[in-house]
Structure formats: C-alpha cells, structure tokens
C-alpha cells in the first residue's frame, strides 16, 4: 500500500477518476479494450505524475479519456497493450505541449500523435517520442536544422 507523501490524487479524486475512465469501456469495447478499475486507477496516478513531471496543470476531465480515445484503435495496442502504453503517451503528449509553446490545440495534437504512432512510427512508442517528435516540433515553431545552436567546440566544459 503507498504511503500518504506516494499518492498523486487524493483519494476522492482518484475515485473520481477511476469512474470516469471505466466509463470509456463502452467505446473501448468496440475496439478490443476494457479498462478494470485497477487500470484505471494506474492510468489516474501515471497522469498525476507525468503533469507534475512536466510542470503542467489541468482542470475538468483532462486529457486522459481523449488520450484513450484516440488511441483505442491503434494496430499496435491490441489487448493490455493500449493501457501500458498509455503513461509514456502521456508523456509524450505533456512534453510535446510544452515544446511547442502551446502552438497545438490538444485536440489536433491528438490527432497527430495518433496518425503518426500508426503511421509513420509504425506502432513504435520510441520513434513517436524521438523522431516524430522532434519533427512536429520544428515544424509547428518554424525551425530547421541549423537554428538549433552547435555547441561551442573550443569551450572547456566546466568543471568546479
């Protein structure tokens, strides 16, 4: 059992929470998922922790159930596989607000990430967090390959 100083939501909230999510099971049925209250409950906890990860707030529902939404029909997430994939999409999709200054609704960022992990990044979580998104990023702030400053070859690294 975790500690009170463990626990991301409250206990309420996490109730709260844990509803909402099994509540998806209806749509997600449709594709092959059904979330048990202890999935749920993990993917609530893995969403606290990846906000306060990336410094990030939300009100209401969040992004969560639009996460699972837009990810249930995934090729490559048949089965447990959407719920265990769930945390590091999360990740992905708070990294990838803060990188692009917000540019994004949440919305079509969605959108992207899930036609990008069933396209482009064949199903791969890595190639979704490393390649895809480094191109979305200087897509959606306008950068190319030389506006990333090089590191200055003739400094010392710093030692104290």
Known sequence: MKSESELILP??????????????????AR?????????????????GRSLAAHGR??????ILPRLLYAFCD???????????AVPELL????????????????????D???DSFNTTCHGSLELLAVRAAEGLIRSVLGLDGDDYPEPDEEEEPYDE
Not at 11 to 27: D, G, I, S
């Open 31 to 47: 594709h092959g998922h059904h979330l048990t209250p202890a999935d749920a409950a993990m993917l609530a906890e893995a969403r």
């Open 11 to 28: 206990p309420q909230n996490l109730a709260r929470e844990v509803a909402a999510l099994t509540a998806c099971n209806t749509l997600l």
């Open 74 to 84: 995934a090729p490559a997430l048949r089965g447990d596989a959407l719920a265990e």
């Open 91 to 110: 990740d992905i999709f708070y990294y990838l607000k803060n990188e692009t200054a917000e540019r994004l609704t949440d919305d079509e960022l969605l």
């Open 112 to 114: 992207w990430m899930a």
């Open 57 to 62: 707030v939300e009100f209401g529902e969040g």
